[in-house]
């Protein structure tokens, strides 16, 4: 009897608890295709269009308006079935050891064999399990609170902005990453270790705070980071303007990233334009880099190692930082099944390197279902000076054109199936 009544007054007195409700979701993307890169063989690659995945999502209605939530989501590389992309190509990069000319050659080619281990991994580094996304929070009715390693406020602003979604070749990011590519870390697109406030009012405004302490960033780097935007979504309008700002291990400024634009829909058009601002004097990798010289690369002797290591760090001090600025405008056509895409992308190199590059691209997406597409996209990237940027897709860096200068073009054919 007293069983009893403890049960009914448990449910008179949580009702939430009684009549909540919960689901929980399997998704994914599959995407997969052929690209082929000037300066490197056609190669079968993972997530051109978008990033191949395969994610768990779920809620609770806790009543009152409240809501819990979580989300993980893990990179999926189709081509080999793990989850470390490697670079597009495996062409050297040759920014960040310009000046090094004094090393002994054989020093030097063991120096970029370090900096850029061929078949390495380009992303996720760490073999995260849940890389993309791994968070939890509760949605109330001022508000989500999230916790976790989730996108950066800065970079969904950038996302909102690229014609083509942030994949394939003609993704505006193939021309925003530094000039010394992947090495540089050029964005910030998620942090782990990050505590995020999201809110959207009826009218379509809304905004997100991020913050996070040490071990914070993508590579777990920065010794604190922090994040905003302000976005509105309504109509036919959705832009925003979003801001990240990182520390590096030392608490010295690091990547500080500042992004406006967003998109226009108007009947089958839809208009995208976007500038994005970039700053980096102490990139979180520079202390990984010397770290690494004086563990493998010294060369015997002391007096020839602290001259030689002396050439090394300057060098790798100055072509680790970063100052730019990016526009791109596109735009999108619907055209019966399909759509046809198209955008010009250009980034003003303000180092002394004076390293610009001009990105242009064509696509076509043919739907197939719902769920299923397959697209072919031309890009082309007209590179100056010592810039060696070349096409990237959704999943993985392009990697390098093989020499500075030198133009870098790729075409895709890919197929993409959301479930």
């Known amino acids: 009897m007293k069983k009893i ?65 979580f989300n993980l989501e893990a990179r999926v590389e189709l081509d080999t079935g793990r989850q470390q992309p490697t670079l597009v190509n495996e062409n050297q990069g040759y920014y960040l050891t310009r000046g090094m000319g004094a090393l002994p050659p054989s020093l030097l080619a063991a120096v970029r064999s370090a900096l850029q281990p061929r078949g390495g991994p380009a992303v996720n580094p760490e073999n995260a399990l849940f890389d993309r996304t791994s968070m939890v929070g509760l949605v109330t009715p001022v508000g989500a609170l999230l916790l976790g390693r989730m996108y950066t ?22 021309v925003t990453g530094g000039t010394a590519g992947f090495q540089a870390l050029g964005a910030d697109i998620r942090s782990q270790r990050a ?50 700002h990182a520390y590096d291990p030392s608490g010295a400024p690091s990547l500080r990233t500042t992004t406006a634009g967003g998109s226009y829909a108007w009947n089958d058009w839809k208009f995208f334009a976007g500038w994005h601002d970039q700053r980096n004097r102490h990139s979180a990798l520079l202390p990984t880099y010397i770290a690494g010289w004086d563990a493998q690369l010294a060369p015997l002797g002391p007096a020839t190692a602290a001259a030689l290591r002396a050439v090394f760090v300057n060098n790798i001090s100055l072509n680790s930082q970063q100052d730019a ?28 390197s004076d390293s610009d590059a001009t990105l242009f691209a064509l696509g076509y997406n043919y739907f197939l279902s719902k769920r299923t597409d397959i697209y072919a996209v031309a890009s082309f990237i007209r590179n100056q000076n010592e810039a060696q940027y070349s096409p990237a897709t959704a999943g993985a860096p392009g990697g390098f054109t093989p020499a500075p200068g030198v133009d870098g073009r790729a075409f895709q054919l890919g197929v993409r199936h959301r479930f």
């Not at 909102?160 to 990011?173: I, Q, S």
């Not at 777990?220 to 935007?229: E, H, I, S, V």
């Not at 600025?325 to 003003?348: D, E, F, K, M, W």
Request: glycine share 18%; with cysteine.
């Open 5 to 69: 009544v403890l049960g009914a007054l448990a449910g008179a007195c949580f009702p939430p608890l009684v009549l909540a409700q919960s689901s929980v979701q399997l998704y994914g993307i599959a995407d997969a295709g052929l690209m082929w890169q000037r300066g490197s063989s056609p190669k079968l690659i993972s997530g051109g269009a978008d990033g191949s995945r395969l994610g768990i999502k779920g809620s609770e209605d806790l009543g009152r308006g409240m809501k819990a939530v």
């Open 325 to 352: 600025v990016s526009v791109q405008v596109g735009l999108q056509y619907r055209l019966g099944p399909g759509r046809i895409l198209a955008s010009v992308a250009h980034q003003n190199d303000r180092t002394p």
């Open 153 to 174: 406020p800065g970079y969904e602003v950038f996302a909102a902005a690229d014609t083509f979604e942030v994949g394939t070749g003609g993704t505006w990011g193939s």
């Open 195 to 244: 505590l995020q406030y999201r809110a959207v009012l009826p009218s379509g405004l809304g905004g997100s705070v991020m913050i996070a302490g040490k071990g914070s960033g993508y590579l777990g780097l920065y010794d604190k980071f922090w994040g905003a935007a302000l976005t509105y979504k309504a109509g036919s309008w959705d832009v925003g303007v979003g801001h990240n």
